[in-house]
């Protein structure tokens, strides 16, 4: 009678450290998912913000310079691209180049698909969801410049160092 009751003992504890498991494991998935949404929630607040205040400030500082009384020609824009900024190559014909990151900011053109664009080392804090078509992608906005020297913000998942077209498009 002695082993048997042991083994109830083993059983039932053994029972309890797996009910108890299970129960945290949980906790700790759903404060964790809660906390990385908060967070993505903030970080996009952010960056938004910190777009809509650079563009407030613009229009201020460029009233305060004073017309420079001769105009040089102005130089190349894209002069020696490799030197400062990494040179990408669209990759989802007709991309829009925004003038701030965020489906609802201005589209300013479309870019072509394999047109070279130039990443000014700037991108958002926070990623964006969206469907290609054949697929659902996560990706920031990031900040280029294109080879006439227009620029603005690009889907990350539009650009890349390779010169191939992103297999979740349809087209």
Known sequence: ??????????ILIAGLAIFFLIWAVSKCNSTKAELQAKK????AQDSLAMVEKQKQEQPAKEAAKPEPAN????????AD????????FVVIDKLKLREGPGLKSKVLTELPLFEPVYFLNEMTDSTFEVNLGR??????YMKVRTKK?????VYGAGISYIKKK??????
């Open 1 to 10: 009678m002695k082993g048997f009751r042991s083994k109830i003992e083993v």
């Open 40 to 43: 993505a929630a903030e970080a």
């Open 71 to 78: 105009t040089q020609p102005q130089k190349d824009l894209l």
């Open 81 to 88: 691209p490799n030197e400062e900024y990494a040179r990408l």
């Open 135 to 140: 697929m659902v992608v996560d990706e920031p």
């Open 149 to 153: 020297g227009l620029e603005g913000w």
């Open 166 to 171: 992103h297999p979740g498009t349809l087209e």
